[in-house]
């Protein structure tokens, strides 16, 4: 037997009408549960547009370090709560192989203190350097973290 929590309410009303207000309530006493335990944070954004790259390399306020560099602007129009982020590797990082790989890396440690670690209202561009591959991922972090710092797009610690 298939349970009404697995499927989506109007899954279920189409296929069972008598478990429909079972598995609705079901899914909405959970979703109530869900928002409960999420932290508010903001939304981590993606930047795709060139012109949004050019941008923030316009405001020229970066930091270099051993595994990245970062790229930091104001949003134009800051969206409530929002940091976008973009990645790039160029053709000196190595082929397509190490390019993909070392985005993915940059791409993990976003998705881990991104939300976190930097003010909102923000655009951040991380470039990655043939050291991001090969270079071990607590140092990627710090070198993230100590970036963030310098280029004041860290949130302050509260006291």
Not at 37 to 60: I, N, Q, T, W
Not at 63 to 68: C, N, S, Y
């Amino acid at each position: 037997m298939v349970s009404g929590l697995v499927w989506k309410p109007w899954a279920v009303a189409k296929s069972c009408p008598r478990a429909a207000p079972r598995a609705v309530s079901a899914s909405a006493l959970e979703d109530l549960v869900r928002k409960d335990e999420r932290p508010e944070s903001p939304s981590v954004g993606r930047l795709k547009r060139r012109a949004d790259f050019l941008r923030v390399a316009a405001a020229r306020r970066k930091w270099a370090a051993p595994g990245l560099i970062l790229q930091v602007a104001a949003q134009p129009e800051p969206i409530s709560e929002a940091i976008r982020v973009g990645f790039t590797a160029s053709r000196k990082v190595g082929n397509a192989v190490k390019r993909n790989r070392a985005r993915r890396r940059l791409k993990a440690l976003v998705n881990e203190m991104i939300a976190d670690g930097a003010n909102p209202g923000l655009d951040l561009v991380l470039i990655a350097r043939t050291a991001t591959i090969d270079r071990p991922f607590d140092e990627l972090r710090r070198d993230l973290q100590q970036s963030l710092q310098r280029t004041k797009a860290a949130k302050k610690a509260p006291h």
